[in-house]
Protein backbone atom coordinates (compact mmCIF):
# COMPACT_ATOMS: atom_id res chain seq x y z
CA UNK A 1 0.00 0.00 0.00
CA UNK A 2 1.81 3.29 -1.14
CA UNK A 3 0.48 6.75 1.05
CA UNK A 4 1.72 9.93 -0.15
CA UNK A 5 1.00 12.87 2.50
CA UNK A 6 1.72 16.17 1.33
CA UNK A 7 2.57 19.55 3.47
CA UNK A 8 4.71 22.84 3.28
CA UNK A 9 1.47 24.63 0.90
CA UNK A 10 1.32 28.31 2.88
CA UNK A 11 0.18 31.86 1.44
CA UNK A 12 2.94 34.21 0.24
CA UNK A 13 3.49 37.10 -2.02
CA UNK A 14 4.62 37.04 -5.53
CA UNK A 15 8.80 36.59 -5.29
CA UNK A 16 8.63 34.36 -2.04
CA UNK A 17 9.86 30.32 -1.91
CA UNK A 18 8.29 27.71 -0.77
CA UNK A 19 9.57 23.94 -0.08
CA UNK A 20 6.94 21.32 -0.34
CA UNK A 21 7.33 18.12 1.09
CA UNK A 22 5.71 14.95 0.50
CA UNK A 23 6.20 11.73 2.84
CA UNK A 24 6.17 8.55 1.15
CA UNK A 25 4.73 5.24 2.49
CA UNK A 26 5.29 1.73 0.66
CA UNK A 27 7.17 0.71 -2.02
CA UNK A 28 7.92 2.93 -4.59
CA UNK A 29 11.95 2.19 -5.14
CA UNK A 30 11.45 1.66 -8.79
CA UNK A 31 8.43 4.43 -9.40
CA UNK A 32 8.56 7.95 -10.46
CA UNK A 33 7.88 10.39 -8.42
CA UNK A 34 5.38 13.68 -9.50
CA UNK A 35 3.92 17.05 -8.36
CA UNK A 36 0.96 18.30 -10.18
CA UNK A 37 -1.17 21.21 -8.98
CA UNK A 38 -4.78 22.04 -9.90
CA UNK A 39 -5.58 26.02 -9.89
CA UNK A 40 -9.42 26.94 -9.86
CA UNK A 41 -11.45 26.10 -12.37
CA UNK A 42 -8.43 24.30 -14.45
CA UNK A 43 -7.76 20.57 -15.15
CA UNK A 44 -4.98 19.05 -12.98
CA UNK A 45 -1.48 19.09 -14.58
CA UNK A 46 2.34 17.97 -13.93
CA UNK A 47 4.80 20.23 -12.78
CA UNK A 48 8.07 18.48 -12.21
CA UNK A 49 8.52 14.96 -12.41
CA UNK A 50 11.78 12.50 -11.09
CA UNK A 51 12.33 8.90 -12.30
CA UNK A 52 13.91 6.44 -9.55
CA UNK A 53 17.08 7.20 -11.87
CA UNK A 54 17.08 10.87 -11.03
CA UNK A 55 15.95 12.08 -14.61
CA UNK A 56 13.87 15.18 -13.88
CA UNK A 57 11.67 17.28 -15.45
CA UNK A 58 9.44 20.30 -15.33
CA UNK A 59 6.44 21.81 -17.36
CA UNK A 60 7.69 25.31 -19.12
CA UNK A 61 6.11 27.35 -16.76
CA UNK A 62 8.15 26.60 -14.03
CA UNK A 63 11.43 26.08 -15.48
CA UNK A 64 14.13 27.59 -13.78
CA UNK A 65 11.91 28.44 -10.69
CA UNK A 66 11.06 25.14 -9.20
CA UNK A 67 13.28 21.90 -8.22
CA UNK A 68 12.09 18.60 -7.61
CA UNK A 69 14.04 16.15 -5.63
CA UNK A 70 13.97 13.41 -3.37
CA UNK A 71 15.77 12.38 -0.11
CA UNK A 72 15.67 8.27 -0.36
CA UNK A 73 16.52 8.09 3.76
CA UNK A 74 13.72 10.13 4.30
CA UNK A 75 11.02 8.95 2.08
CA UNK A 76 10.47 12.27 1.18
CA UNK A 77 9.47 14.43 -2.04
CA UNK A 78 10.11 17.61 -2.08
CA UNK A 79 9.71 20.75 -4.03
CA UNK A 80 11.62 24.00 -3.79
CA UNK A 81 9.63 26.76 -5.50
CA UNK A 82 11.06 30.25 -5.78
CA UNK A 83 10.12 33.36 -7.81
CA UNK A 84 6.24 32.34 -6.56
CA UNK A 85 4.10 34.72 -9.23
CA UNK A 86 0.27 34.85 -8.32
CA UNK A 87 -0.23 32.11 -11.00
CA UNK A 88 1.21 29.51 -9.26
CA UNK A 89 -1.84 29.83 -6.85
CA UNK A 90 -3.41 26.39 -6.72
CA UNK A 91 -3.62 22.99 -4.77
CA UNK A 92 -0.62 20.77 -5.11
CA UNK A 93 -0.68 17.10 -5.19
CA UNK A 94 2.49 14.64 -5.09
CA UNK A 95 1.78 11.61 -6.94
CA UNK A 96 3.31 8.08 -7.37
CA UNK A 97 3.50 5.94 -10.56
CA UNK A 98 5.14 3.05 -12.76
CA UNK A 99 5.94 5.33 -16.12
CA UNK A 100 9.54 5.47 -16.96
CA UNK A 101 8.17 7.30 -20.40
CA UNK A 102 9.44 10.72 -21.00
CA UNK A 103 6.34 11.57 -22.72
CA UNK A 104 4.11 10.66 -19.85
CA UNK A 105 5.80 11.94 -16.80
CA UNK A 106 4.26 14.68 -16.30
CA UNK A 107 0.94 13.59 -17.69
CA UNK A 108 -2.06 12.27 -14.69
CA UNK A 109 -2.27 8.69 -16.63
CA UNK A 110 1.21 8.15 -15.78
CA UNK A 111 0.04 7.55 -11.85
CA UNK A 112 -1.63 5.64 -10.08
CA UNK A 113 -1.30 7.04 -6.23
CA UNK A 114 -2.23 10.57 -5.17
CA UNK A 115 -1.81 12.34 -2.10
CA UNK A 116 -4.20 15.09 -0.45
CA UNK A 117 -3.15 18.28 -1.77
CA UNK A 118 -1.63 20.90 -0.11
CA UNK A 119 -2.98 24.57 -1.04
CA UNK A 120 -0.50 27.38 -2.26
CA UNK A 121 -1.12 31.01 -2.58
CA UNK A 122 0.47 33.45 -4.07
CA UNK A 123 -0.22 37.05 -3.63
CA UNK A 124 0.44 40.32 -5.67
Known amino acids: QVRLEESGGASVQSGGSLRLSCVVT???????MGWFRQRRGKEREGVAA???????KYADSVKGRFTISQDNAKNTLYLRMNSLKPEDTAMYYC???????????????????WGQGTQVTVSS
Open 95 to 113: AAGATTYWSSLLSLTGYGY
Open 26 to 32: GHTDMYS
Open 50 to 56: ITSDGIT
